[in-house]
């Protein structure tokens, strides 16, 4: 059976962020994962983390500004100089908190602008110079249009193809279960052939994106595939609690 790591971006909203901490380790889980730390100092988050005996698992690079609909800059030309500075603040709050994994967002942008696609595979590259530099993996994930409209990175082989371009053994692919099978299905035969590019994996019902065992998928089988892929790294559960994140945790004891 795969480890799980809690999303705290999704998870425990019941409580403020730097609560989530300790209510995902009084849960049980030894591991979270989330979008961005970046509305606190590193050391507090660090803190906290340790605190609560947690293991990082990923966070995602500032994306921009959120709140006005940005999600990242790294495919925006005309940004690199705020990419730039994104990747500088990520890799500080990394080397604090000691993340693992981080989670470069690619932006809003049209798949097929040609523009675009230089500008991101620039800032690729830039990142995975500078994560290499640092000793920290460096992920990308394809998401879906429905979830994330206009999203650049939105097919799981184009990502595979800046992946296998870049020739960097820390770049890997985030395979999110959810996006995969909303974008394309065939999540088994997908895991199996993406294995050795997959740097993270992340899980929720489809499609409401909820706890496991919930949705359209075998998701007992898709954790059978992903041990048997031999994939050791933390499983995050990226899904919005149906009604209240400790009430739907039964599932981990039934799968
Ligand atoms: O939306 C997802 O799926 C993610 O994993 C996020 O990191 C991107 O918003
Ligand atoms: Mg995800």
């Known amino acids: 059976m795969p480890k799980f790591a809690a999303n705290l971006s999704m998870m425990f909203n019941e409580v403020p962020f730097l609560d989530r901490f300790a209510a995902a380790a009084d849960c049980g889980f030894t591991a979270v994962e989330y979008l961005f730390p970046y509305d606190h100092p590193a050391e507090v988050v660090a803190e906290r983390l340790q605190a609560a005996g947690l293991a990082q698992a990923l966070f995602n690079m500032p994306p921009g500004d959120w709140v006005a609909g940005e999600r990242g800059m790294a495919a925006l030309p005309g ?82 193809d800046f992946i ?33 590019l997959i740097g993270h994996i992340q899980i929720a ?14 998701d007992r089988k898709i954790f059978a595939e992903i041990d048997a892929i031999g994939y050791e790294a933390y499983v995050g559960c990226e899904y919005r609690p149906a009604a209240g994140t400790r009430e739907g945790l039964s599932w981990m004891s039934r799968v």
């Open 205 to 218: 019902s489809v499609p409401e994106r909820h706890e496991p065992l919930t949705g359209e998928l075998d």
């Open 79 to 160: 940004r690199e100089a705020d990419f730039a500075a994104a990747l500088d603040t990520a890799i500080a709050y990394a080397k604090v908190i000691g993340t693992p994994l981080l989670h470069m967002m690619a932006g809003l942008a049209q798949a097929t602008d040609l523009q675009a696609s230089a500008t991101y595979r620039e800032n690729l590259k830039r990142a995975a110079d500078r994560t290499g530099e640092a000793g920290i993996g460096l992920v990308i994930e394809p998401i879906n249009g429905r979830d994330m409209p206009g999203y650049f990175l939105n097919d799981f082989n184009r990502a595979v």
């Open 164 to 196: 296998s371009e870049m020739d960097a053994s820390h770049l890997k692919l985030q395979f999110d279960v959810y996006h995969r099978q909303i974008l394309h299905g065939d999540v088994i035969m997908a895991l199996r052939q993406m294995a050795p």
